[in-house]
Antibody, heavy 117, light 111 residues
């Protein structure tokens, strides 16, 4: 059974940092592209970043480029998102997901990141 | 402002068919066969229902079908059921620079 579980969300002040983690199980993690997507309260879905199976290729939405960094540890079946210089508009539920623009075949339940003073 | 344009709402009665549209450009929907559709119930994570324009993941009923004509993709839900009431999002590959674009979502109501 495919399972993705995010952690690390919370309340942070503008300009602050957070690191999200995602523990994966039930599928060949090291063979899978992985993504982070987000959904602001009452709004639609937005992709944040995705990475190739080895982690050598990384892609970012313009809205987070230069502030967020995606990484993965295939030995630990884990995906990460380091978020720096956070802004109020980064407030959202962040989803860890298996796949990329072709198809996201599994999603975590999401972790809420709130950026507010 | 989402890159792909979806009508904010749609509705149909049980048993009827409804088609949701997703309008893009030749740089995204019209230029690549990587259109996907996701269903999201309130408070839940999204679920993939269509990928590569027309393909259905295992477990998704064949009442859901996808198509594309020029720069517009469509999702048709046939034989509407109460559990189909949800938000539906389309996405597309958009080339090496932009990569991935999303629609703003359509709220489907089953009357």
């Amino acid at each position: 059974q495919v399972h993705l579980e995010e952690s690390g969300g919370g309340l942070v002040k503008p300009g602050g940092s957070l690191r999200l983690s995602c523990a994966a199980s039930g599928f060949p993690f090291s063979d899978s592209y992985m993504s982070w997507l987000r959904q602001a309260p009452g709004k639609g879905l937005e992709w944040v970043s995705y990475t190739s199976s080895s982690g050598s290729a990384k892609y970012y939405a313009d809205s987070v480029k230069g502030r967020f960094t995606i990484s993965r540890d295939n030995a630990k079946n884990s995906l990460y998102l380091q978020m720096n210089s956070l802004r109020s508009e980064d407030t959202a539920v962040y989803y860890c997901a298996r796949g990329d623009y072709i198809a996201v075949t599994a999603w975590g339940q999401g972790t809420l990141v709130s950026v507010s003073s | 402002q989402s890159a792909l344009t979806q009508p904010p709402s749609a509705s149909g009665s049980p048993g009827q068919s409804v088609t949701l549209s997703c309008s893009g450009t030749s740089s995204d929907v019209g230029g690549h066969d990587y259109v996907a559709w996701y269903q999201q119930h309130p408070g839940k994570a999204p679920k993939l229902i269509i990928y590569e324009v027309t393909k259905r993941p295992s477990g998704v009923p064949d009442r859901f079908s996808g198509s594309k004509s020029a720069n517009t993709a469509s999702l048709t839900v046939s034989g509407l059921q109460a559990e189909d009431e949800a938000d539906y999002y389309c996405t597309s590959y958009a080339g090496r620079e932009t990569r991935w674009v999303f629609g703003g979502g359509t709220k489907l109501t089953v009357l």
